[in-house]
């Protein structure tokens, strides 16, 4: 067996991130994507890439018999699995391999999962930390904070530390308010008093590893120090690029799909105390700093 061993079920834009890191840290890493396109991609990134369609696979149970540290960030769904589930909240990795996490990783030291900020719901723009109460108002917040329970009940009967990453709204190379400036999609959406909690794709993949290597348990925010309203991260953007932004619209009057609309229902600011006093330092704390130094270092294509 590997000395460490990471498995990543999901191993999407942050998941990859992740993998980067621990590589570079001398770990075996194993992941999973839904195709085998993606797959392909994946491996040539230096990961043992498997792929996983929500059904137990023989590769995934071989795979999972040498993990030492397992992380999850594949969203909970409705009605998965077998004809008895019904509508019932399900976790897709549970659903498929919950009993060989219980009893078929003899190596297992512990287990992450990604989750959202989200969880935490509506607070009226004040500040929220791990012992805020959870008031999910979407039916995706809900499904969250009941696949939130079920990994925290596993990791207890099974006794792994088990550790619950709440994430902010995610950005970095690719995915950042640059790119929408230049492909003309960025939108300057002026709800008053509205904040949004963020965090760079590398500081998940740094805080991620930090509780790994100590196998820490229980619930992080991971997000960055300064909670911000949207518009003033495009602004700021297009200030970098010495572009003019794109006119203020006022909330009521913005064309948006029902799901993005949905996120200005939650307003809150999030406590990212914990995690620093973990030990955890942030490479980008603000998205003003995160912003100029994509910038400069030509870093955020």
């Not at 834009?13 to 993606?38: D, F, N, P």
């Not at 229980?218 to 997000?223: E, K, R, Y």
């Not at 300064?226 to 991260?233: F, I, K, R, S, Y």
Request: net charge negative.
């Amino acid at each position: 067996m590997t000395e460490n061993s990471l498995f990543v079920f999901g191993a999407g834009y942050s998941g990859r991130a992740l993998a980067q890191v621990m590589l570079q840290r001398g770990w075996a890493v194993s992941g999973t994507t839904r195709s085998q396109e993606k797959a392909a991609a994946l491996a040539k990134e230096g990961v043992k890439a498997l792929v996983f369609d929500g059904k137990p696979t023989e590769d995934v149970l071989e795979a999972l018999a040498s993990t030492t540290h397992l992380l999850t960030s594949i969203a909970p769904a409705h009605g998965l699995g077998s004809k008895q589930s019904g509508d019932a909240v399900l976790d897709p990795v549970l659903e498929a391999f919950g009993r060989e996490i219980r009893a078929g990783m003899p190596g297992l030291e512990w287990i992450g999962y990604w989750s959202t900020v989200g969880v935490y719901g509506d607070h009226g723009g004040d500040w929220v930390d791990e012992e805020a109460d959870c008031r999910p108002a979407s039916r995706r917040a809900r499904m969250r904070v009941e696949a939130e329970t079920a990994w925290q009940a596993l990791g207890a009967e099974i006794g792994i530390p088990t550790a619950i990453m709440r994430l902010g709204g995610i950005y970095g190379p690719g995915r950042n308010a640059f790119l929408k400036l230049e492909e003309g999609s960025a939108k300057r959406i002026v709800k008053p008093g509205q904040v949004f909690s963020r965090i760079h794709v590398d500081d998940i993949a740094g805080s991620t590893a930090l509780m790994a290597e100590r196998r820490m348990g229980g619930i992080f925010n991971i997000s960055d120090d300064e909670p911000a309203p949207p518009q003033d991260v495009i602004a700021y953007a297009a200030e970098l690029m010495g572009r003019t932004p794109p006119p203020e619209i006022p909330f009521e009057e913005a064309e948006m799909s029902p799901m993005a609309r949905s996120f200005y229902s939650d307003n809150k600011r999030v406590s990212n105390a914990r995690i620093k006093e973990a030990g955890y330092r942030f490479s980008y704390p603000d998205y003003r700093s995160a912003l100029a130094r994509m910038w400069r270092e030509e870093s955020w294509r």
